[in-house]
């Protein structure tokens, strides 16, 4: 099986900074792309940003400039550097990772998967 790990989460006052971090393990053939994922009470979850294994990245409008995603691929670990938070960044973040797994040996055959993290409460408040 495959276990996504968050840390970082907290609390912090308005224009602070937090970094997160999602750790994955167990049996992984490669990892595709990662990614964090944000819900605040009342919504629906949206996509925060998302990295490939190449480091291609894309960031909703409203973290642009302020938040920063990057991966370590040795690691299997993406990492969300958030800066100028905002009372509006309030939510329980999560990781969610496409990863390759050995599905057979004989013949080799790997299939993607999708795998969602626990999730890490942000708290931006003064």
């Known amino acids: 099986q495959v276990q996504l790990v968050e840390s970082g989460g907290g609390l912090v006052q308005p224009g602070g900074s937090l970094r997160l971090s999602c750790a994955a393990s167990?049996?992984?053939?490669?990892?595709?792309?990662m990614g964090w994922y944000r819900q605040a009470p009342g919504k629906q979850r949206e996509s925060v940003a998302n990295?490939?294994?190449?480091?291609?990245?894309n960031y909703v409008d409203s973290v642009k400039g302020r938040f920063t995603i990057s991966i370590d691929n040795a690691k299997n670990t993406v990492y969300l550097q958030m800066n100028s938070l905002k009372p509006e960044d309030t939510a329980v973040y999560y990781c969610?990772?496409?990863?390759?797994?050995?599905?057979?040996?004989?013949?080799?055959?790997?299939?993607?998967?999708?795998?969602w993290g626990q999730g890490t409460q942000v708290t931006v408040s003064s």
């Open positions: 969610n990772a496409d990863i390759m797994r050995v599905v057979t040996t004989l013949p080799r055959l790997v299939q993607e998967f999708n795998y």
């Open positions: 990295i490939t294994s190449s480091g291609s990245t």
């Open positions: 167990g049996s992984i053939f490669s990892i595709n792309a």
